[in-house]
């Protein structure tokens, strides 16, 4: 592969992650539709419908921060927004309102990534002290 090749593959720094956070986006929509139009139902799907869909756009935004503490900020509300889709993800199998199999990987990935930008700010938060 040739440096123009190459130069057309390299992502851009984080680039991964935030097609992630909209891959995640876009399953957690599915889920939502797919849930039963009961009052519980109906609870969660309008929760999780914001907490699932807003850290696509707010590492989308912390990526373009202003400063470092901006950045930090704006990744802190990804990780709570990705807590917050976890519960519920977990109380839709415990109330057993979608199959497991429907869920469990989407938990996972929710995971993976609260794992991934909790990794993120700590890691910003030691080079702001620096």
Not at 107 to 116: G, H, N, R, V
């Amino acid at each position: 592969m040739g440096p123009k090749a190459a130069a057309t593959t390299r992502k851009r720094k984080g680039e991964d992650i935030e097609e992630r956070t909209i891959d995640f986006a876009a399953r957690i929509g599915r889920v939502v539709d797919a849930l039963p139009e009961t009052r519980l139902g109906r609870h969660i799907a309008g929760q999780l419908v914001r907490s699932g869909t807003s850290p696509a756009a707010n590492y989308a935004e912390a990526c373009a921060a202003e400063s470092k503490n901006d950045f930090i900020h704006k990744l802190g509300i990804v990780l709570k927004e990705l807590r917050e889709s976890g519960v519920w993800l977990k109380l839709i199998g415990k109330a057993e309102l979608l199959p497991p199999p429907r869920v469990a990987p989407l938990l996972d990935e929710c995971e993976q990534l609260s794992k991934i930008i909790g990794q993120s700010v700590i890691t910003a938060k030691a080079s702001r002290s620096r």
